[in-house]
T-cell receptor, first 115, second 114 residues
Framework: DAGVIQSPRHEVTEMGQEVTLRCKPI?????LFWYRQTMMRGLELLIY????????DSGMPEDRFSAKMPNASFSTLKIQPSEPRDSAVYFC?????????????FGPGTRLTVL | QKEVEQNSGPLSVPEGAIASLNCTYS??????FFWYRQYSGKSPELIMS????GDKEDGRFTAQLNKASQYVSLLIRDSQPSDSATYLC??????????????FGTGTRLQVTL
């Protein structure tokens, strides 16, 4: 299995621009998670999906952030408009839920820099 | 109080020694616990999970869970320079039957010296 795939791996953009991050989960996994990691705040859960349906978006910082999962093999995280404080590494993770024993597998991350 | 607390380190241990990493959590209903290792510039990777009180061993790694005291620890025996990384403790706050809504600690940086 190729693991969780994320693109792009690096993104540099200017403040005010729209940014779209992409994720392909591991085939057969039914949960997908978006995280953000910064030095100050560590690894934070932004939103997660179950069977393509958003379950909890309480971690999304504000309305500038949105996420979609149109099918079981693709998800996007969009920031519009972007701000310098959005600079972080964004990870996508997926898991197959089996009661309390599910394990999340992380993608390589997208390093976002907003100038 | 943070939901999941770890000492940020760095924790420095000599090669061959035992490294002990600790984590405390605040939510008593937490049911499953994970240790992830993250090398600099890389993504977190799962090394241990534990769900019941007591010890769980996997090679050089031992996870220990004490739900009454709300702490989980990770022991690394015979530490190697390749173990140098940040170790993230994660706690599942979800109820049985729901998704693993993990809360992560900020991590402990481990340095294994030659």
């Amino acid at each position: 299995d190729a693991g969780v795939i994320q693109s792009p791996r690096h993104e540099v953009t200017e403040m005010g621009q729209e940014v779209t991050l992409r994720c392909k989960p591991i085939s057969g996994h039914d949960y997908l998670f978006w995280y953000r990691q910064t030095m100050m705040r560590g690894l934070e859960l932004l939103i997660y999906f179950n069977n393509n349906v958003p379950i909890d978006d309480s971690g999304m910082p504000e309305d500038r952030f949105s996420a979609k999962m149109p099918n079981a093999s693709f998800s996007t995280l969009k920031i519009q408009p972007s701000e310098p404080r959005d600079s972080a590494v964004y990870f996508c993770a997926s898991s197959f839920h089996r009661g309390v024993t599910d394990t999340q597998y992380f993608g390589p991350g997208t390093r976002l820099t907003v100038l | 109080q943070k939901e999941v607390e770890q000492n940020s380190g760095p924790l420095s241990v000599p090669e061959g020694a035992i490294a002990s990493l600790n984590c405390t959590y605040s939510d008593r209903v937490s049911q499953s616990f994970f240790w992830y290792r993250q090398y600099s510039g890389k993504s977190p990777e799962l090394i241990m999970s534990i769900y019941s009180n007591g010890d769980k061993e996997d090679g050089r790694f031992t996870a220990q869970l004490n739900k009454a005291s709300q702490y989980v620890s990770l022991l690394i025996r015979d530490s190697q320079p390749s173990d140098s990384a940040t170790y993230l403790c994660a706690v599942n706050r979800g109820n049985t039957g729901t998704a693993s809504k993990l809360t992560f600690g900020t991590g402990t940086r481990l340095q294994v010296t030659l």
